[in-house]
């Protein structure tokens, strides 16, 4: 199975910051990830798929980029619903696997 | 308006049975390939099974292989999940997750989710 690994493991951010979680992957998956963030008791909402494309209604504030082992998702001028857990998932492969999540604090 | 509205979860005993569904709404579910993901309590995601559009194509995480089976009918806008043999490892929220439309390996719309507790 492809390993999704995602740094740092939580990171505490003001209002306003700029904010870049990395994932990485244990073999090239081309540009199969997706990015997702999730509130508590809330189903995950699919914010960026194929790397770097915005799913539709996701604010232009988040982007993504990478591709082969390694990604980011760069939050630029957070707001207060921007905090949550962030997750990669790669779909390079049948048997697809997310990372173990980013969970972003306010500080 | 997408709907995506699992049910049958609850409390069962190790090595017990239980039946997920999930209903659809508000698209073509016989254009889309669907796949139920799970989450332990305080814990990460983790994708259980996929299963594609005409159910020709079936895949597993390895940790449910040869316990779970996914199924669907498109005559009812249906996901199924039949988990056999359960251990105290499967207690998680099971979500059913729609295909992206873009065609791309991602979920672009969850259900809600429906609580497994496997305990005796």
């Known amino acids: 199975d492809i390993q999704m690994t995602q740094s740092p493991s939580s990171v505490s951010a003001s209002v306003g910051d700029k904010v870049t979680i990395t994932c990485r992957a244990s073999?090239?998956?081309?540009?199969?990830l997706a990015w997702y963030q999730q509130k508590p008791g809330k189903a995950p909402k699919l914010l960026i798929y194929?790397?770097?494309i915005l799913q539709s209604g996701v604010p232009s504030r988040f982007s993504g980029s990478g591709s082969g082992t390694e990604f980011t998702l760069t939050i630029s001028g957070l707001q207060p619903e921007d905090f949550a857990t962030y997750y990669c998932q790669q779909g390079n492969s049948f048997l697809i696997t997310f990372g173990q999540g980013t969970r972003l604090e306010i500080k | 308006e997408v709907q995506l509205v699992e049910s049958g979860g609850g409390l069962v005993k190790p090595g017990g049975s239980l039946r997920l569904s999930c209903a659809a709404s508000?698209?073509?579910?016989?254009?889309?390939?669907m796949n139920w993901v799970r989450q332990a309590p305080g814990k990460g995601l983790e994708w259980v099974s996929s299963i594609s559009s005409t159910g020709s194509y079936i895949y597993y995480a390895d940790s449910v292989t040869g316990r779970f089976t996914i199924s669907r009918d498109n005559a009812k806008n249906s996901l199924y999940l039949q988990m056999n043999s359960l251990r105290a490892e499967d207690t998680a929220v099971y979500y059913c997750?729609?295909?992206?439309?873009?065609?791309?390996?991602?979920?672009?719309?969850w259900g809600q989710g429906t609580l497994v507790t496997v305990s005796s």
């Open positions: 194929a790397a770097s």
């Open positions: 997750a729609r295909d992206g439309s873009s065609g791309w390996p991602s979920f672009d719309f």
């Open positions: 508000g698209f073509t579910f016989s254009s889309y390939d």
């Open positions: 073999q090239g998956i081309s540009s199969w």
